[in-house]
């Protein structure tokens, strides 16, 4: 059940004759929400494990004990009333020496990347659940799974895209991260970038120039700024408008025309969207509609 809840872990546990546990799950859209009661336990995860087209951000929130996550030469403690981030896709350990609960959210890294750019960031540090944006975060989630079993598909959509977008919240809301790696004037012109985009998403004639007179800033000083994030601007917009058309197809269940989707998302030529479509996610928006979500 843990590879089901998480991805493939070895387990380690401490007092082996005094072992108990038990895992709920609950399937949510694209996400996966699961509540883990054990025993002092050592979860590890190693190369050989590795092996997804899909990599996944866990949201770990400790409800008892602290635990302690190490990480590509990296390591966090984190407390009760607090949550840290892990990828799947890099080998790690996470452990705690006392009984503890855990609350867990798996979400696909490109669901993250369409609400904060570089997700990545957020990684190795601790967050706040108790007040502010975080605590908001917490107490939706913990209002989702009780409501589940009274919600449908479609509902399960919008709310784990509102919860999503309320991660983004408290995360983007932290102090340390708006300092950290970036200069202040980088970051506000990043942050207005990221506005601007997002509130012209739907406009199919959204550019680099677009944005960067928009942003009062020089074209090439735009795309100096993308260097770093692995994307240029065109393929980030792409893949913000890749996954918000997912989001809708998957949740939609065909009330809305594909055609009208795609437009939606400034797609102007329907094929176009489709070639695109499969491409990134190995089916086309057809197919795409027909199955159920994996989570």
């Not at 038990?22 to 883990?36: F, H, P, Y």
């Not at 605590?135 to 509102?162: G, K, P, R, W, Y």
Request: aromatic fraction near 10%.
């Amino acid at each position: 059940m843990i590879d089901t809840a998480y991805f493939p872990l070895e387990l380690d546990f401490r007092n082996p004759e005094q072992l108990h546990g038990n895992l709920s799950q609950w399937k949510l859209a694209q996400l996966g929400i699961s509540r883990l009661e054990s025993s002092a336990t050592n979860f590890k995860r190693v190369d050989r494990q590795i092996d997804e087209s899909e990599p996944y951000f866990l949201i770990t929130m400790p409800t008892q004990e602290q635990v302690q996550f190490s990480q590509s030469n990296h390591s966090v403690v984190c407390n009760p009333g607090a949550f840290i981030l892990e990828r799947s896709d890099l080998p790690y350990e996470f452990s705690y020496r006392k009984d503890n609960a855990l609350w867990v959210i798996r979400v696909p890294l490109s669901q993250l990347r369409t609400r904060i750019r570089e997700p990545e960031r957020y990684l190795y540090m601790e967050f706040n659940k108790q007040k502010g944006m975080g605590a908001v975060f917490f107490q939706f989630m913990q209002s989702i799974v009780q409501q589940a079993s009274d919600t449908d598909e479609a509902s399960h959509s919008v709310l784990s895209n509102q919860l999503i977008d309320l991660l983004a919240h408290s995360l983007e809301n932290d102090d340390r991260v708006l300092m950290s790696r970036e200069s202040g004037l980088r970051r506000v012109h990043l942050l207005n970038i990221e506005n601007f985009v997002r509130g012209n998403i739907q406009r199919s004639e959204l550019s680099p120039e677009m944005i960067a007179c928009a942003c009062q800033i020089s074209c090439r000083y735009l795309h100096k700024l993308f260097k770093d994030s692995g994307q240029t601007v065109g393929q980030w917009i792409k893949e913000l408008r890749l996954q918000s058309a997912l989001n809708d197809i998957q949740s939609d269940r065909g009330h809305t025309t594909l055609a009208e989707i795609a437009y939606r998302w400034g797609f102007n030529d329907q094929a176009h969207f489709c070639r695109l479509f499969k491409a990134r996610f190995g089916r086309t928006p057809r197919e795409m509609r027909q199955v159920k979500s994996p989570f």
